[in-house]
């Protein structure tokens, strides 16, 4: 299990760049791979990693709120909460980057294969998947090693 650490200054502005940058790389490689003769395929392929990692905070920073929601409406005591708080030093919902990642490949299989003479659907999808998943894990590893600022604005 990775310990959460919320890390600061240039180890965290390093991580998201890197993620953001190694997502657009590695989409517009995969798009190359598949569909050469399409750049609006690969444009699309060079995008969709990084539209996820927005995607998976904002869906990140949405289950927060809904747990602190939840955790009010049961009208829960500063002892439990301070004892949960050590517990969970994540704010929770940080496995949103993975659905996040896997949906916008999928997605962007689909674009690619509409936009490209070269890509049939069925032999990329797999790849694509892969992609996806992969960077949602390493996305979602990130935010729970604490290099992703946390939504509780700490």
Do not use: H, K
């Amino acid at each position: 299990m990775v310990q959460y650490r919320q890390r600061r200054g240039l180890a965290q502005l390093a991580a998201v760049l890197g993620i953001l940058a190694g997502g657009g790389a590695g989409g517009a490689a995969l798009g190359m791979a598949v569909a050469s003769d399409s750049l609006g395929g690969i444009l699309i392929s060079g995008v969709m990693l990084p539209f996820a990692t927005f995607l998976g905070v904002t869906l990140w920073f949405g289950a927060a709120v809904l747990f602190v929601t939840v955790q009010l409406v049961r009208g829960r005591s500063r002892r439990r909460d301070a004892a949960a708080r050590e517990r969970f030093a994540l704010p929770p919902g940080s496995v949103a980057f993975v659905p996040s990642a896997v949906g916008s490949a999928l997605v962007a299989a689909g674009v690619v294969s509409a936009l490209s003479t070269e890509a049939n659907l069925l032999a990329i999808v797999g790849p694509y998947f892969v992609v996806g998943l992969a960077y949602g894990l390493a996305t979602w590893w990130l935010a729970r090693a604490g290099y992703f600022p946390a939504p509780d604005g700490t």
